[in-house]
């Protein structure tokens, strides 16, 4: 038994240090030109290096300064924050693909959260908007989970304290960075814009600066009365996160 | 060899082994090494997410009727596999900070693009080749666009996949949008006429020198034919604010803040005399036209704070002594 154990940890060490030698290789990106047409890639990354030829220099902070003056060339491009010297992605990201609520009982609000993040780089503002496609329904659409009104009244633009078992609904509350004001506490709720209605998204996280790794979590509730019909019900929950010009 | 001597041998190995792994694991290679293992283990738990990057995150172009200038815009997916359906429209600004209210108006003609739906494995890269090719008549304006990269999880559920029976799938699904802004010009010599109206550039009036900070509220209009980004400055007694190059569209204003080493902050002072008037100038351009723009504002600055603290000790000492006096009266 001694001497398989001594023969397993031998055998790692050896393939760790096999892999440990291995080689790594990095794909570069070109650069695409003809007397016709220039394709720019841009910058991943502060590494990518910038591009150049012999007739120009390809900045990708100032942007391109075409061969020549414009009468000539007919274009001038600019790529990424002017203040920012490298092109920085903008990045969004969720913890989830879905939310999945279970068995709904009646009077007993389920709640379920995930979690977004959103990086701009440091190079300017951004907004991440919400809206559902239609309020919890069933497949035939016969039966719907209205959305909340919460304790009192609550809308997608402001929300308000939803504590009570006996109102029901479906709505979401915001925490963490950048998010609305109006969510003072993981008590307040709002329904998400319904854009079946004509509703415009509302906005769930928005800043005016820098945005580097931004993360807000997203609480979802469900609450149901004994009149709500057996089903299963779904929507679909739309993110847009764009930055700003 | 006993059994003792065995052992000690088999211990001397793993020491060996141990150490030399313990090499491996402090040089760079080893570190990326133990790296890449543990991100394997989270990238199994990334595959359930929803992560896309794009770039880049603004494109400006100026062009002549009649030419033709091609870029790319990347999408990278670092979640879970996905489908993507590109589209270009017409945005307007929403406020004065930058921010956008996309459209459902789409982009016009002469800018091509493949709008196919597009399916993207985890860590995998799209790349949109965006054609601009204004025809030879086409009016010397600007258009505001937005990129939108629409995004439906490769396991999104549609009404007909449904059980209406399994009450376990109560559910919300989840579609992303990540987008990308494009601003354009259309311009036959590439000189649109630029102008500006400062619509406000204020500060306080009296400030504390020790507990008021100093900032400038600065609004800007573009009363021109194309969008252009202030080049300027805020100068004071003794500090230069640098404006921040921010786009302000045709027929919209914004408010601008200061830049710092590439990061936008507020025009605000960090020191200020004790006492005395701060003036601060305003001086900007259009982009590189040679029109300045100048405005100014002033602040008196004094300690009020310490004029206060001041006061009340004295007046709380004069008391003590009026109290302390009438009690050796009584006395």
Redesign the interface.
Known sequence: MRKIKCFVFYLTALTLFIVHCSSFTVSAQERIESPNYRIIFPNLNSGAGIPSSSSYILDSTLGQTAPGPYSSSGYRVKAGFQYVHSIIPFSFSISDVAINFGTLAPNTPITDSSTITISAGGAGGYQVKASENNPLKTFDGANTIPDTLCDTTCSEILAASWTSSTKYGFGFNMSGDDIPADFTSTDYFRQFADRSLGESPSIIMSSNNIGRSRTATITYKVNTSNLQPAGTYRNIITFSAIPSY | MNKLQITNL?NK??LI?VL??SS?FATP??QA?LTSYSLLAKQIYAQ?????????????????P???????F?L?N???DVYITPKIVYFV?SDE??????TDTKSPDWIKYDNSKVFLKQDAKLDL?VVFFPPPDLPETDH?L?I?FEAE?D???T?DN????????????????????I?VTVSK??NPKKAAEIIKFSTVKIADSLLTPVSYELVIKNVGNSFW?PNGKIVTNNQTLKL????I?SNYSR?I?C?EA???VPCKLDGKPFIGLVKANLEFTTDEDPKLYRAEVKTFVFPFSVLVIFSASLLTLLRYKFIFKLWRRRD
Request: charged share 20%; glycine share 4%.
């Open positions: 088999q190995t793993k082994f030399l792994l491996i290679k080893g090494l359930e997410a929803i992560n896309l990057s794009v770039t880049p995150p603004l494109f400006e172009l100026t062009i002549a009649d030419k033709e200038v091609r870029q790319i990347s990278i670092s979640g879970s600004p900070f930058g921010n956008v209210e996309i080749n505001f937005t939108v999880n396991n999104l559920d009404n449904l059980d209406e029976l399994d009450e376990n799938k109560n559910s919300s699904e989840y579609t992303t949008q990540i987008a990308s802004n601003l010599d590439g980004k921040a190059p921010q786009n569209l408010k803040s830049i590439e990061t936008l």
